[in-house]
Nanobody, 116 residues
Framework: QVRLVESGGGLAQPGGSLRLSCAAS????????MAWYRQALGKQRELVAG???????NYANSVKGRFTISRDNAKNTVYLQMNSLKPEDTAVYYC??????????WGQGTQVIVSS
C-alpha cells in the first residue's frame, strides 16, 4: 500500500518561507500528477498546487507567484516551496495525486502556522 508522509511544516512569520516535502512509499510519482492540498480549521480541503508527471504546474490563485511545486521522481518526493507567507496560509498541508480516479490514503499532513 502506498503511504504518503508530509514534513517541513512549522511556525513562520508573515513574509517568511517554509519548504514542505512529501515522500511516497512506492513508485507512483512516475505516472501520476501530484498535488499539495491544505485544510484550514473549519474549512474544506482545497487544492494549492499540482504538478504533472512531465513537470507542468498549476496553482491556486491565492498562492500564484509565492509558492513553487516541484518533484523528484528518483526520490519519490514532491516539494512545496512557500515564500511570502501570509496568515491566511495557516493550515494543515497534505499531498496526494491529482486528477485521478484512484488515490492513496491521505497522510497525516504537516501543520503550517503563519503568525507574528
Amino acid at each position: 500500500q502506498v503511504r504518503l508522509v508530509e514534513s517541513g511544516g512549522g511556525l513562520a512569520q508573515p513574509g517568511g518561507s517554509l519548504r514542505l516535502s512529501c515522500a511516497a512509499s512506492g513508485s507512483i510519482f512516475q505516472i501520476y500528477a501530484m498535488a499539495w492540498y491544505r485544510q484550514a480549521l473549519g474549512k474544506q480541503r482545497e487544492l494549492v498546487a499540482g504538478i504533472t508527471a512531465g513537470g507542468s504546474t498549476n496553482y491556486a490563485n491565492s498562492v500564484k507567484g509565492r509558492f513553487t511545486i516541484s518533484r523528484d521522481n528518483a526520490k519519490n518526493t514532491v516539494y512545496l516551496q512557500m515564500n511570502s507567507l501570509k496568515p491566511e496560509d495557516t493550515a494543515v498541508y497534505y499531498c496526494n495525486v491529482q486528477g485521478s480516479t484512484w488515490s492513496p490514503p491521505w497522510g497525516q499532513g504537516t501543520q503550517v502556522i503563519v503568525s507574528s
